[in-house]
């Protein structure tokens, strides 16, 4: 039996990239991939972090970190993560898949969203239902 003291630390969700509560109430339920996401620079605490650009992967239909030089959906810009999604849990395991929510229809600082952001093509593609302020 390990009676050892262990820390786990908690980070709070920012959603400083939201321009308004316009859209908050449609969000959609998605499964991550999180081989898309590169944990250095997207998980280094163990959570993705909300605001990050997303895109569809034709083949499995999971949601993966949106990038334009891709060819397997994800080049297509569809949404937002919306809020903090665990990948690494206190064990120190990494999941393969997770679930969360995605933010398809509203406002947002473009400059608060956290790395990559969105490029200007993937702005095109949600021109008609993601606005930026």
Do not use: C
């Amino acid at each position: 039996m390990d009676l050892s003291l262990k820390t786990i630390s908690y980070s709070q969700d920012r959603k400083d990239w939201l321009g308004s509560q316009h859209g908050t109430d449609v969000l959609r339920s998605i499964t991550l991939d999180v081989s898309t996401f590169t944990k250095a620079t997207h998980y280094p605490d163990g959570y993705l972090k909300s605001g990050l650009p997303l895109g569809k992967i034709t083949a499995s239909g999971k949601y993966g970190l949106y990038d334009d030089t891709k060819s397997d959906g994800r080049q297509t810009l569809v949404g937002l993560l919306w809020t903090g999604v665990e990948v690494i849990d206190h064990r120190g395991t990494a999941s393969t898949s997770v679930g969360g929510s995605m933010f398809v229809h509203g406002f947002v600082k473009t400059s608060a969203l956290p790395a990559p952001g969105i490029d200007a093509n993937g702005l095109v593609d949600v021109a008609s239902r993601i606005y930026t302020v």
